[in-house]
């Protein structure tokens, strides 16, 4: 194989995982329907909080991870359930925001970070978005995101 046709391997093969990170963190911001339940999941890097934070007006609540020192997290492990203990949505967090459009109602969430669950009752309604702010104490092996 010739150094021309080296080079041009290297550079495909580096547009094919440039495209490839781009379609995951696009995937990661695009909202997914799973039942009747609405959701969004993202935030890493300040251009995705801000393409987060235009459409956040179509949802009514919104988790924000992070550590106690304020550090952004990600793969939080998130399950909502209605009032009755049902569970209405569980999924994993790409990132340090997590919104989700539910029927108006008391809901309990639990979100898992490095296996410490923390559990919060959030009451939602119509047309207005209710945030709920995750800390977890931080360990040197936690992983943060920008």
């Known amino acids: 194989m010739s150094s021309t046709t080296s080079v041009r391997a290297v550079l ?24 009747e339940v609405v959701y969004v999941t993202g935030g890493v890097g300040a251009d995705e909080r801000e393409k987060l934070k235009a459409i956040e007006k179509d949802f009514n609540l919104k988790l ?34 997590f919104m989700a459009k539910l029927p108006p109602g008391t809901y309990t969430v639990e979100a898992t970070f490095e296996g410490k ?13 209710t945030t709920v702010q995750l800390r977890w104490p931080g360990s040197a092996g936690s992983k943060t995101v920008q």
């Not at 550590?67 to 009755?84: Q, R, T």
């Not at 569970?87 to 925001?97: F, H, K, M, T």
């Not at 939602?124 to 978005?129: E, S």
Request: no cysteine; proline share 3%.
């Open 12 to 35: 495909l093969g580096l547009v094919v995982l440039f495209a490839a990170a781009h379609a995951l963190v696009q995937a990661a911001s695009a909202p997914q329907t799973k039942g």
């Open 117 to 129: 669950t923390e559990a919060h009752k959030v009451t939602v309604g119509q047309g207005k978005l």
């Open 64 to 97: 924000i991870f992070s550590l106690a020192d304020g550090a952004f997290i990600a793969d939080v492990a998130v399950v909502v359930k209605d009032a009755s203990g049902k569970v209405v949505l569980s999924e994993q967090a790409q990132g340090p925001i």
